[in-house]
C-alpha cells in the first residue's frame, strides 16, 4: 500500500489517472519483468549444482545438463510428449498471444520504436522510472 510520500514521489514522474501514462508503465514494467525472469531462469538451469557424493540425483552439473545426459546417471526420461499442434490450438481457442499481452501489438511495436530511437537503454528496477519518464512525452506526442 502506497503513503503519501511515495504518492507524491510517484506523481513526479506521472499520472497514472491517465490512461496513456498506465498502457505505458503496463509495457516497460511487463517486458522489464519478463526480461528479468528469462535470465533468472537461465540462470537457474544452467548453474552448475555442488557435487556432492551422498546425493542421489546428478550433482556437480547444471540442472540442463542433467536433462539432456540423463542416462549417464541412470536416470529415466518422464517427460511426457505433448502434441505441441493441440496445444496450439487450445491456446488460440483460449485467446491466443493477446492472453500473454499487456497492452495492444500496435502499441508495444510503438513503444518498442520509442525505446529503440533513445537508444535502446538497459532497463532495470533501479532505472525503470527513469526511462519510463524519457519515453513518455515520445509515445504521446501526438495524442495531448
Not at 506521472?14 to 519483468?33: G, M, P, Q, V, Y
Not at 537508444?119 to 501526438?142: I, K, Q, R
Request: charged residues 25%.
Amino acid at each position: 500500500m502506497m503513503n503519501d510520500m511515495s504518492m507524491s514521489c510517484l506523481s513526479e514522474f506521472c499520472c497514472f489517472s491517465k490512461a496513456c501514462d498506465r498502457e505505458l508503465a503496463k509495457w516497460l514494467w511487463s517486458t522489464l519483468i519478463q526480461l528479468d525472469l528469462n535470465k533468472l531462469k537461465e540462470q537457474f538451469n544452467a548453474h552448475r549444482v555442488r557435487y556432492d557424493h551422498k546425493k542421489f540425483l546428478p550433482s556437480g552439473i547444471s540442472p540442463m545438463e542433467a536433462m539432456a545426459r540423463h542416462q549417464e546417471f541412470g536416470a529415466t526420461d518422464c517427460l511426457v510428449p505433448v502434441n505441441i499442434e493441440l496445444i496450439q490450438h487450445l491456446k488460440e481457442a483460449l485467446g491466443g498471444e493477446e492472453l500473454l499481452r499487456f497492452v495492444d501489438t500496435e502499441f508495444a511495436a510503438h513503444c518498442e520504436s520509442v525505446y529503440d530511437s533513445l537508444g535502446s537503454p538497459l532497463v532495470t528496477f533501479v532505472n525503470a522510472w527513469e526511462v519510463f519518464s524519457e519515453m513518455l512525452p515520445h509515445v504521446f506526442e501526438d495524442t495531448d
